[in-house]
């Protein structure tokens, strides 16, 4: 296996938002992105467990809807920041 070691230039990460946008594009006409993510989905995404999620929302990181007992999230307001 090689190893590649590149140097993160303007041009080369402009190329790789470029691909970075034509791949959502063709994943969202393949599998469009649902309404609303449970607290599991969010959890899965960020790579955390449930918990962290509902103290993230506690704290204002994270916003979300509240349907009763539920957290509901809509998918482009969770970003890896949080």
């Known amino acids: 296996m090689t190893v590649l070691h590149l140097e993160m230039t303007p041009e080369l990460e402009e190329k790789l938002d470029r691909i970075e946008a034509q791949i959502r ?6 599998a469009p992105e649902p309404e609303y993510l449970t607290t599991e ?4 995404i960020l790579r955390c467990n449930v ?3 509902r103290k993230k929302v506690r704290e204002g990181k994270i916003p979300c809807i509240r349907n009763g007992n539920k957290m509901l ?4 307001s ?3 920041d949080a």
Do not use: G, M, N
């Open 25 to 30: 594009s063709l994943t969202e006409k393949i």
């Open 41 to 44: 989905d969010v959890a899965r």
């Open 51 to 53: 918990q962290t999620v």
């Open 73 to 76: 999230f809509r998918p482009r």
């Open 78 to 80: 969770i970003s890896q």
